[in-house]
């Protein structure tokens, strides 16, 4: 297995962690359960997202700035950089196939009643794109190279989304879109040797606002599951969770 980044993008580590089995909380909180037919809970959290001042943070290691950020601030902009938190919890026998973290950015004057100042901008959004090399073929998904049933239920998903590059196989694993717009998301793809599991971990975007403005976000979480077992795989195939409605909505302040 190989990961490669594009340019200007960076590494994306799945860190396993076990779920605590504390109480189920409704959506629109900070977590959310996809519960199949027969009741497996897959747990979805977004935690208080990291964030804080990008040009305080470039001064602190260089006593310049790049020159395109220093012409932003002199005409007159903040630059803010937000971390999400998203943990991925499958229940036994079943997988997050896939999951699309967006953030609509909202920004508001801190002097006049939190009026509207217009549209908050992406900079920057990383990673930009991070590959999975494929070490199966086109037809892995119908091969027995693939032990596991979990594996080969990935490998058939995936299998949709094989690209060729220079006469090898990749998968998009992560996919950051949104520059220069008010909504930034990452789409998240599990492949046959690595599920999505645990904590996600580097993704950041830097956001550009009116200085002195108020930043804040609308995070919505979409994930597809699949599961193992023969009823429950049935079933939640065809009654299940549908696909594309939002698991979880939050509003986090993404400034002090």
Not at 189 to 195: H, K, N, S, V
Request: proline share 7%; charged share 25%.
């Amino acid at each position: 297995m190989t990961s490669v980044e594009e340019p200007g993008s960076t590494i994306i580590e799945l860190a396993p962690i076990t779920a605590d089995g504390g109480p189920v909380k409704a959506p629109g909180e900070d977590q959310s359960d996809l519960t199949t037919v027969l009741g497996k809970r897959n747990r979805v959290r977004l935690g208080a997202p990291r964030y804080g001042d990008y040009v305080a943070e470039l001064l602190s290691e260089s006593s310049t700035l790049p020159r395109e950020i220093e012409q932003l601030v002199h005409q007159g902009y903040d630059l803010h950089r937000v971390r999400p938190s998203l943990t991925l919890l499958p229940d036994r026998d079943c997988v997050f196939v896939a999951a699309e973290l967006s953030l609509e950015l909202l920004a508001a004057d801190r002097t006049d009643g939190g009026n509207d100042v217009g549209p908050p901008i992406a900079y920057e959004v990383r990673p930009t794109v991070v590959l999975h090399e494929m070490p199966y073929s086109r037809t892995f998904a119908k091969s027995h190279e693939v032990s596991s049933d979990i594996g080969k239920l990935l490998a058939k998903v995936t299998a949709e989304n094989v690209e060729e590059r220079n006469g090898v196989s990749y998968v998009q694993r992560v996919t950051g879109h949104g520059v220069n717009h008010s909504e930034v998301g990452w789409r998240l793809l599990a492949t046959p040797d690595q599920e999505l599991l645990g904590d996600v971990l580097g993704l950041e975007a830097i956001v550009q606002i009116p200085a002195g403005a108020r930043l804040s976000g609308q995070f919505r979480i979409t994930a597809d599951i699949a599961v193992r077992t023969g009823l429950d795989k049935w079933l939640t195939r065809h009654f299940g969770p549908r696909r594309g409605t939002p698991v979880l909505e939050v509003v986090y302040p993404l400034s002090d």
